[in-house]
């Protein structure tokens, strides 16, 4: 699939530098008193310190230059490459918009679903930007922006759909089915909800571990968005792609905020806004597949209400 001329920006693991830093600073003995720092020292250092916990985090990441955001590695969704750039249709969007906002790049960390929103309340990184589908659950933990995804679902299955399932219902009426989903993904949350049975799951870690469960019998079939599932299949020739989930409405994703940091989530939307208009939103959407005018068609309020 074709990459857009967006930058692009090398991943940062789980910051190596920060394991060491810490390791060093536990390791260190306490300060000789001739170390201890004067009054007038430590008055200043402590005023330093009010400075930068009174930036907002909008100001921090437009001062060091990044932004930190969560991303997960599944395509077009979001990308990583063999030399470990962030890419994919989210990561380039939310790169484009940052940098109108005046950040120069993200640092992305991959990361589980199911872990990123406690991640972001816990200042692991800044933003989500992993095509987080919204609900309603999730969007009483964060703030989310205007839509830039909106897509489907489908389900992998072997060849020949030897089960004929096309529907949620379909796992619903026969309980000796099993379905792969993202453990903590929209996916696994929508079939719970829908009310198929925790036996029924088959919990996996990545789309290739859900394309690999189908292949070898321990689920029937593997859930995703229908996008995703046709960008991994030609890896596994074994299996086939159903049309999109009719029991499934469309879902929505857009960067996911801390609530509290709704004057950067606001003046994200402001520019996010403005740039689905141009010509380079549309080369990045097209480019990893999706309708880049599907997120206007729909609203931040009507897909958190679900």
């Not at 009310?195 to 919990?203: D, F």
Request: charged share 20%; net charge negative.
């Amino acid at each position: 699939m074709n990459m857009t001329g967006t930058s692009k920006r090398m991943i940062t693991g789980v910051s190596v530098a920060f394991i060491a830093a810490f390791a060093l600073s536990s390791c260190a003995s306490a300060p000789e008193p001739a170390d201890v720092a004067t009054d007038e020292e430590s008055t200043g250092e402590v005023a330093a310190e009010a400075e930068v916990e009174e930036q907002s985090t909008l100001e921090r990441a437009i001062e060091r230059g990044f932004i930190r955001v969560a991303i997960a590695n599944e395509p077009p969704y979001t990308s990583v490459t063999a030399g470990g750039e962030v890419t994919g249709a989210e990561p380039d969007v939310a790169r484009a918009v940052f940098q109108r906002l005046g950040i120069d790049d993200i640092q992305g960390t991959v990361t589980p679903y199911a872990s990123m929103i406690p991640g972001l309340q816990a200042d692991r990184w800044d933003a989500v930007t992993a095509g987080l589908f919204m609900n309603p659950e999730r969007c009483e933990q964060v703030a989310y922006s205007e839509p830039v995804i909106v897509s489907t679902e489908s389900f992998a299955v072997p060849s020949g759909n030897p089960e004929s399932i096309l529907t949620i219902q379909n796992l619903l009426d026969n309980s000796d089915l099993s379905v792969a989903a993202l453990a903590g993904a929209y996916e696994e949350n929508l079939l719970l909800e829908a009310g198929v049975p925790e036996a029924q799951l088959v919990p996996v870690q990545d789309a290739r571990s859900g394309m690999e469960a189908v292949e070898s019998g321990r689920a029937n079939a593997f859930m995703l968005p229908t996008l995703s599932l046709n960008d991994i299949a030609p890896d596994h020739p074994s299996l086939e792609i159903t049309s999109f989930i009719e029991d499934v409405p469309p879902a929505g994703s857009g960067i996911a905020f801390r609530p509290e940091d709704s004057d950067l989530r606001d003046a994200y939307n402001a520019e996010l806004i403005e740039f689905r208009k141009t010509d380079e939103f549309r080369e990045i959407m097209n480019g990893w597949g999706f309708d880049p005018d599907a997120g206007a068609a729909t609203s931040m309020e009507e897909l958190c209400a679900g």
